[in-house]
Every structure is written in structure tokens, then in C-alpha cells.
């Protein structure tokens, strides 16, 4: 969420500034007030009514007109963060000179605030030597840039140049730009969805866990800069862009099946964790045999003898040290309240997290939660039905407090 985030746009000469209007609309969207500059020749692609429209603020072009002067400086000042995108080839070459000839470069010039950009051009210009020097000037001065992609360009020619996709760039403000890293440097696990207890070859008791939850949860301690590892039990979720990078990056994914394995895996990740979450739907009980052949169906009925699965929470509840963070889920339908409250106890975690099934919305395959969460202080906090990235963003903060407190 960019909520508050005060966002100046400059927007320039290039056919990318059509998609300006669905990064204007996205920004909006996230909570962000953006006001918006063009350059002259921007004028010729997309219209100030759509950019004034969109972002309900008047857009700016010129350094004045018949009425009033444009206070480039306190444009800049009012501004969290400066965005020039898409950034063309003749204002990146005046913003690495310092030229000063239309609004837009006479904010850039004065703005206290950081400023980000978003290159687009078509490639043999993208790697024209000028160009590689120009962007390496801005970085010398402190800009970030917002690398280009790869695909269609304007000349019809297939290519490096084009500018980031409207969503990317603002997922770059979200996780890169607004969000601090404070765990960097720190290790955590989140073990999510189901697990499945094998009868024979063909059949399993499992449950409805879907690991949204937890991969969101993943997500979120990895964009607060830790180093991340998520054990998922069967689970047909598509893994995310940052899973399973190269060189050990990303999030480093772990499959299990069972409870067993779940346990192993759960154990051995937390000895190296600063920071546990048990999002995963763990069986109770598994079958004490399992036939080797499919189950043949008889007059009989059927009686299936079960024994318990290992606790993996209260395992690792008993062994914890006093500086690693523990959390736990629990998903009720009645009792809500105690069972939570009892399960933070007897499991020794930090914290809880509690959903009950009785609100709509919340629990197994939705892409939404509505949460409660217990710390081992007593503090409780309650949250409104909302997106699981959202609650997963509520967790992950409330850990970061216990972690440091
Ligand atoms: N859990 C675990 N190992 C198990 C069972 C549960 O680590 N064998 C963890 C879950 O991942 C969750 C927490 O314990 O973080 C609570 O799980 P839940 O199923 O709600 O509670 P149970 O302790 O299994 O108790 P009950 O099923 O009776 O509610």
C-alpha cells in the first residue's frame, strides 16, 4: 500500500507515457496522492485530461502561464518521492547535464526529495554509449532507476527498451522503495498449506489448506529483507517470480508431504531461524498402517486406526531460545478466543494468530483473512476482514516489534 505517499510524476516524450494513465490510476489505487508534470512534447501522446482526470490534481506543463508562476521548488518539497517515467532519451540526457529548459527539469533540478526512474526507448538507443553514460551519471547523482524490459517495441523491432509495466513499477515503490528493510540480516521459515497422511497408494487424509497464507507471509518477510524459507506441504499454488532465484536467492521453497516430513523439515530450519511461522495446516492424527497395495472395498465397513502426528509448534516451543520469534496459527470455529489463547500457552509461542471459520471470508482458500492476533504479553490485536498480503503485512509487523522489543 502506498497509503499517504505523496507521488510527483513526470512524464515525458516517449510512446510509453500512454501507459502513465494506468500507473497514475494503480497509484491512486494504493492510497497515493500524485500530482502530475508533462514536458511539452509528453502533450503529444497522452492528454492533460487524462493525467488531471485520473490523478484528480491539476497537471502541470509549463513554468508559468498568463496567471501564476509554478513553485518548482515546493513542488519538489512536497513530493515523497519524484517518478519520471516513462523517461526518455533526450530527458535523460538533459537531467545527466543539468539543462533546465521546461518544468520538469527545473523540479528535478531543485527536488530535496529521492527521485525514480523509468527509462523508455528503443533499444539500440538503450545501449547506445551516451545513454549507458547518462543513466550512469544519474546513479552517481543518487536517482534510482527502474530497469527496462524486454519485449515489442514502438519500431516494431523486439528488444530491450521498453519501459516496466505500470504494476512493476509500483510493486518496486511497495516492496523496494517504502519498505524498510529491518530484517535484513535475519533468518526466518513459514511452513504452509496441507499435509497429507498416506492410507495406501492411491489415498490420503489431508484438509482444505490452500498456503496462501503462508506464502504471503513469505512474501512480506522477504521484502522486509530476510532470508527466507518456506516449507509447503501439497499445495497447487503457483510459486511467486522471487521463488527459487538463482545462486540461492529468493525464497528458498521446501516440499513436504506429510506431518513427518513437515516435522523434519520445521526442526532443522528453526535450529538456523531467528524467526519461526507455523501457517500450515499439520494432521493430528496418521494412519498407523499404511497397505502397500490400494485398499480393496469389502461388505465390511471400513475402520481406519490412527495415531498422533508430533506437535511440530510445541516441539519447537520447548526448545526455543530467548531471542527467537514463534508463531502460531489457530483456526477455530467455536471457543474461538480461549482455544487461541490456549494454544499460545501450552505451545510456548510468542504469538498467535487467530481466524475463526464463523467469519465470512476468512480461513482455507479465500484470498482473504480477518485475524486476531495474541501476543505472550497479553496485547491483542484485531483486524477487519482483509486481503491475505495485507494481513500477512499486520503479522509481519507485529513480529518485527516482538523481535526487537
Ligand atoms: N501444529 C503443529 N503440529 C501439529 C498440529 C498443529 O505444529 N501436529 C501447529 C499449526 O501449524 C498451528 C498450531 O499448531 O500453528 C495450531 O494448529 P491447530 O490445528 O489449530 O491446533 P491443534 O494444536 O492441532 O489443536 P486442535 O486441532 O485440537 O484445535
Known sequence: MLNGKKILLGVTGSIAAYKAAFLVRLLVKEGAEVKVIMTPSASDFISKLTLSTLSKNKVLVDLFDEESWANHVMLGRWADIMLIAPLSCNTLAKMAHGQCD??????????????????????????????????????????????????????????????????????????????????????????????????????????????????????????????????????SLKLPPNACLPDGQGIKIVRVSTAEEMYNACTQQFERSDIGIMAAAVADYTPVNVAADKIKKTNAELVIELKKTRDILQSLGQNKSAKQVLVGFALETNNERDYALGKLKSKNADMVVMNSLNDEGAGFGTDTNKITIFDKSGKEFSYDLMSKKEVAKNIVETIIQLYYA
Open 102 to 235: 521546461n518544468l520538469l527539469l527545473a523540479v528535478y533540478l531543485s527536488a530535496t526529495c529521492p527521485v525514480v526512474v523509468a527509462p523508455a526507448m528503443d533499444e539500440d538507443m538503450w545501449h547506445h554509449q551516451s545513454t549507458k553514460d547518462n543513466i550512469q551519471k544519474l546513479v552517481e547523482y543518487g536517482n534510482k532507476i527502474i530497469p527496462v524490459d524486454k519485449g515489442e517495441l514502438a519500431s516494431g523491432l523486439v528488444g530491450d527498451g521498453r519501459m516496466a509495466e505500470p504494476g512493476n513499477i509500483v510493486k518496486y515503490l511497495e516492496e523496494d522503495f517504502f519498505t524498510s528493510k529491518q530484517l535484513t540480516g535475519r533468518r526466518a521459515f513459514v511452513s504452509a498449506g496441507p499435509t497429507y497422511e498416506p492410507l495406501d497408494p492411491v489415498r490420503f487424509i489431508g484438509n482444505h489448506s490452500s498456503g496462501k497464507m503462508g506464502l504471503a507471509l513469505a512474501e512480506e518477510l522477504y521484502a522486509k529483507g530476510a532470508d527466507v524459507t518456506l516449507i509447503m506441504g501439497p499445495s
